[in-house]
């Protein structure tokens, strides 16, 4: 590699590290307002959670039909919340590697939220029932809730559940599944429901005419929540992959800068010694 390869690559590497730079200055904000979101939605759900939880206390599932179980099985119906774009690191992968895995052939449809989901569900040759993919995730929220409702009750589907990349911290994401219906009690759930053994709650109207109201105020709420959760780690995962990007390329702008200038050298202690062998030839002359 000559001088002039090197000031031209090293331009080149300089121009990445500005849009790198700028990309993780954009991420950084958007993945603060995300977080943001992500913690603020937490103690709503946890609350829900507790509500339903007191109410459905020492209940059958013959009170709503969101809690009774198919007796015969039928096909699965899976939300799968991906990111529209890439340049996040492993967050997609870590995503579409999850679901190859847990993909049960022909028994699964599929309602999509991201371009990078729709793509690779086409790929795998499963039925995508619905494709939200756009860049306002949240507006969709009501479609995608009352598509799942109506599939299910229908009985077209015996199991609905949602996948998505919830958002532990700036550096980390973890791949989750939860089924959404039919609905149960949690594990933490019922734990719970053990310090109420001495707590009875009288709950006007009777449990069985709000119960419904209130298993689908927390299912459409668990939905956008799983699309807060998403963005949250998408944005962190993208300023992450922009700032390595970005101080990869200062790595190499460094290494490129310090072989310029032995190239440099090199030349001018070549050129030095044309001169003198030059002078000297004239001089014996």
């Known amino acids: 590699m000559n001088l002039r390869q090197v000031r031209k690559k090293t331009k080149s590497v300089t121009n990445v590290k500005k849009i790198t730079k700028s990309m993780q200055l954009v991420s950084a ?5 995300a ?4 913690i603020e939605a937490k103690p709503y759900q946890e609350q829900l959670e507790a509500i339903i939880n007191r109410v459905m206390y020492k209940k059958n599932e013959s009170i709503s039909s969101l ?36 993909n049960e052939k022909n028994k699964t449809d599929y309602i999509v939220v991201g371009k990078k989901a729709a793509t690779f569900v086409s790929k795998i040759g499963e039925t995508i029932l619905a494709d939200f993919s756009s860049n306002q995730s949240l507006n969709n929220v009501s479609a995608i809730f009352t598509m799942v409702i109506n599939s299910f009750l229908s009985g077209t589907y015996s199991k609905v559940s949602i996948i998505y990349n919830a958002f532990i911290s700036t550096l980390k994401t973890e791949t989750v599944e939860h089924t959404l219906l039919p609905f149960s009690l949690t594990s933490e759930l019922k734990k719970e429901s053990v310090k109420h053994l001495q707590n009875e709650y009288i709950i006007e ?33 993208r300023m992450i992959a922009m700032k390595n990007a970005t101080d990869n390329a200062n790595d190499v702008i460094y290494n490129l800068t310090l072989l310029g200038n032995k190239l ?11 001169m003198i062998t030059a002078k000297e030839s004239v001089g014996t002359v």
């Not at 039928?74 to 996040?88: D, E, M, V, W």
């Open 264 to 274: 440099r050298q090199e030349k001018i202690t070549n050129e030095l010694l044309d």
């Open 205 to 237: 109207p009777n449990p069985e005419d709000i119960i419904d109201s209130l298993l689908k105020s927390y299912l459409k709420d668990k939905i956008r929540n799983s699309i807060v959760q998403s963005e949250a780690g998408e944005h962190s995962a």
């Open 67 to 102: 809690l009774v179980k198919p007796k015969i099985e039928k096909k699965f119906l899976r939300i799968i919340i991906s990111a529209n774009k890439g340049l996040c690191g492993s967050f997609n992968i870590d995503l579409l590697r999850y679901l190859l895995k847990n």
């Open 29 to 33: 904000i958007k993945m603060k307002r």
């Open 35 to 38: 977080q943001q979101a992500a």
